[in-house]
């Protein structure tokens, strides 16, 4: 009973597909050039820049200064001046230095992303509406975006039909 129910379904599902398919429009878009190519991009990109810059700065000075008080800490205790005790306390408190920074550098981390979507929302979001204008004008049912698609057909490349509506 269950091969005979199975047996069924799938025979639907392969009649109903060709019927589907065939009044399905696609359209394929290259967004990342899109995006390369605009000249909001590039000023968000020199912005990011400079946000990097601004997040990296302080963090490398602390590693630079981390980086020698260790260098410091070790001829001091290959020759023997620092005691073992002290020699404990300061390997914990470089280890609680190290945590800090790792710290740091993650919350760093995170606000640049938070900065990114920020800064990059106001353009997906005009390219999202350059997409659905084409979409609509061309009754596309589905657009992919090119990345990793082969096109056999080039015809149903979007790409400069949303870069006109993009502008």
Sequence with gaps: ???????LFCLTCLLLTPALARDLKIGVVDIEDIINKSPEYKRI????????????????RREQELSQQLQDFQKQAEAGIIKD???????TEFQRTLQ???KSRDQAAKEFQDYYQR?????MDKLTR??????NEENLDIVFPK?????RDKSLDVTEKVRARFR
């Design 45 to 60: 990109e020199s912005s990011l820049k400079r946000k990097t810059e601004e997040l990296g700065r302080p963090l490398q």
């Design 100 to 102: 800090d920074l790792q």
């Design 130 to 135: 350059a997409v659905e204008q084409v979409a």
């Design 147 to 151: 990345a990793g698609i082969f096109l």
């Design 119 to 123: 800064e990059m929302k106001p353009l």
């Design 85 to 91: 005790d002290a020699r404990k306390r300061k390997e």
């Design 1 to 7: 009973m269950r091969k005979v129910a199975l047996t």
